[in-house]
């Protein structure tokens, strides 16, 4: 009669991605590695996000097993595998994911869309992304000319005021930034107005009355 060694119980499994100084970002895939190092073979490898199960890979040679994700928003949070035999189940230590939303293409308007520019005014230029992971770097330009940038920890449109010229008529754009890609607005062009010129009060008094028939 044949006799088999006793089954080799396993080492606790190591859960990595396969390029771990990539942060993913939404439309990426998402490559998981869980690896035992030690054990009986074969060995299941069994991947959970937020206790979850993802699927499972059995293994008949070393090397530990692999899981692909086509990543979404939702595939933020803890993520942990577990590893299998004949011995025992081996769970790893969790490894937390946050997952990049790229920027969405902003918006560019004024503060007054109706009113257009006067030298003389304070133009104010609004720029909003609706969705991106935060923070969000907005920059205005003017003719391909950069005005300035701002930085957004938190939602909402990110704005920028002009002290408007004659030379502020023209091309306008935004772009928004964050850590997964950059977008740019739609072009806004604009007319700046001249101030009318008014007669002051002592010009209008000192103008000859008209002349009245006797």
């Given amino acids: 009669m044949a006799v088999f060694p006793p089954p080799v119980s396993l080492s606790r499994p190591v ?18 590695h869980c690896e035992a190092l ?4 074969p060995i299941t490898y069994t991947f959970y996000h937020e206790d979850v199960n993802l699927g499972s890979r059995k293994a008949h040679s070393r090397g530990g097993a692999y899981l692909s994700l086509t990543v979404t928003a939702e ?3 803890n993520y942990f595998c577990e590893a299998s035999n ?4 081996q769970r790893s230590d969790t490894m937390t994911l946050t997952v990049k939303i790229p920027v969405s293409r ?4 004024l503060r007054d869309p109706s009113v257009q520019p006067v030298v003389g005014d304070v133009m104010e230029l609004h720029c909003e992304a609706l969705s991106g ?13 950069n005005l300035g940038s701002i930085k957004a920890h938190s939602r909402g449109e990110a704005y920028l005021s002009v002290s408007v010229t004659a030379e502020h008529s023209g091309k306008y754009f935004c772009e928004a930034s964050n850590s ?9 062009t604009l007319t700046v107005k001249s101030k009318l010129a008014f007669p002051s009060n002592s010009s209008r008094r000192d103008r000859p009355l008209p002349h009245q028939p006797q």
């Fill in 106 to 109: 902003p918006v560019l308007t």
């Fill in 133 to 145: 992971s935060l923070p969000i770097t907005y920059t205005f330009y003017h003719e391909d000319v």
């Fill in 38 to 41: 030690s054990g009986s073979l």
């Fill in 180 to 188: 997964a890609q950059t977008q740019r607005s739609d072009t806004m």
């Fill in 15 to 32: 859960l990595t991605l396969r390029d771990p100084s990539v942060q993913p970002v939404v439309g990426d895939v998402m490559e998981l």
């Fill in 75 to 77: 595939h933020s949070g």
């Fill in 86 to 89: 004949s011995a025992q189940t």
